[in-house]
Structures are given as C-alpha cells and as structure tokens.
C-alpha cells in the first residue's frame, strides 16, 4: 500500500506495508510511479512504514512468475512473466528518476534488493544510524533488476558496486555513507526534505535535470547556460535584492 499526504512544500510517500516489510507488489509498484509522478510540491520525501524502508520485491509474487518474457516489451499489466515484473519496477524507479519534484529517499531500518534499487533512483539518499542496505538476490539466484546494475555503479564506485551487489553482504549506514551510497545519516532524514524544499522550485528543477543530463559535454553546458539564463530572467529582481544585502 502507498499512502500519499502534502506537507507544505513537501509531498510525503510512504511504502507502509510494515507487516511485510514493506514488500512491494505490482500493484504497489503502479501506485508508487503515480504517487511520485503526479507530485506538485518541490520535494517529494519516499520512506517506509515501521522499522524497515522497503525489503524490495515481495517474494511471495516473485515465486508465482512465469519465467518467460515481456512480449510486449512495455512492463504494463501484464504481471505474470518475471520479465514484466521486473519492467514494472523499473518504471517506478525511473519516474523517481525522471520527475519534476526533487526525491529525497529517507532510509530508516532495512533497504534489502529493489529497496535499494528504488533509493538509487532517488536524488538525495538520507539514512538513520539505524539503516542497514543489501543486495541479497544472489544468495537465491537473481540479482537487483530494478535499473539496479545500471544506477549502483553510477553511485557507488564500479569496485564498491561490485563488492557489494556481488557479496549479498549487509552494510551499515556509515559504510553507505562511505561509498556514497546516501549523502548523509542523521536522526531525521524529513528535516533534510524540508531544508532542500526552502529553494526556489524552479531553481530545484534545473538543478536535478542538468545534474542527471546524461548527453555529451558540449550539449550539457549548452543547456547549462540556456537554463541559467531563464532563471536570471525569473529571479533578476530577487538576485538585484540580495546583491545589496
């Protein structure tokens, strides 16, 4: 179950299943991509239920699968081949990705396999000292197919990435915080949401697109530039304002 509320600045989405850990199924994974894709706010704050942040897929769907693939190639409905599934949960990392909103994914208790995968996609991962991660597919056979393999070495160094997707090892949140795999630990990982939420929105926005603008250099400082000039254009009587303070 996804649960959605809009504080302020702030739309908060919480993964409360905490019976399951937080296990995510189809359907939650559906609602999950619209939670986040229909955000208005500035900042949208992911988290989890309970004492765990998401366990990732839920094991009792994932042992029901077809093995066989997505014929249709676009993840939609049909959740009965694992290939469909796994598109499924790509879909939601990928509008966590791609949003207008800024994701601020507050890590507290377990991240286990698409867990991880899902606080990957995010823009600001945060942990309590009580977060632990781990990709644990390999101890049964699969591996983090939630654009995990493309995101984790992105994140982490391709050696860190490896260890740690390769091992199943459960890491603590300052050895996370040592591979880059969050940017802070703090005891409330919501107050981080509110402080990025005090920014201009549109200034938020044209930093997380050209921050995650994956096309050659030349393009990218175009775009840089173009950006900067619409926001002097926006903002010139506040920037004049602060000049003189």
Known sequence: MIRTRTDDRVRVVTIDRPARR??????DL??????????????????????AFCAGA????????????????????????????????????????????????GVDGAARGGGVELALAADVRVATPAATFAEPGVEFGL??????????????????????????????ADAALRTGLVSRVVDDPRAVADEIAAGRPDALRTVKRRV????????????????????????GDEIAAAREE
Not at 22 to 27: D, F, G, H, S, Y
């Open 22 to 27: 937080n296990a995510l199924r189809p359907e």
């Open 30 to 51: 559906v609602a999950l991509r619209t939670a986040v894709a229909d955000a208005e706010t500035p900042v949208t704050y992911l988290h989890g239920a309970g004492d």
């Open 58 to 105: 839920d094991l009792d769907v994932v042992a029901g699968l077809d093995g066989g693939g997505d014929v249709d190639g676009d993840g939609g409905d049909d959740t009965t081949t694992a290939a469909a599934f796994a598109r499924l949960g790509q879909r939601a990392a990928a509008a966590i990705a791609d949003a207008d909103t800024v994701v601020v994914c």
């Open 143 to 172: 591996f983090g197919t939630w654009g995990g393999t493309v995101r984790l070495p992105r994140v982490m160094r391709e050696g860190d990435a490896l260890d740690f997707a390769l091992s199943g090892r459960v890491i603590d």
């Open 212 to 235: 995650r603008d994956r096309r050659d250099d030349a393009t990218q400082e175009t775009a840089e530039a173009d950006a900067f000039a619409a926001l002097v254009r926006s903002h």
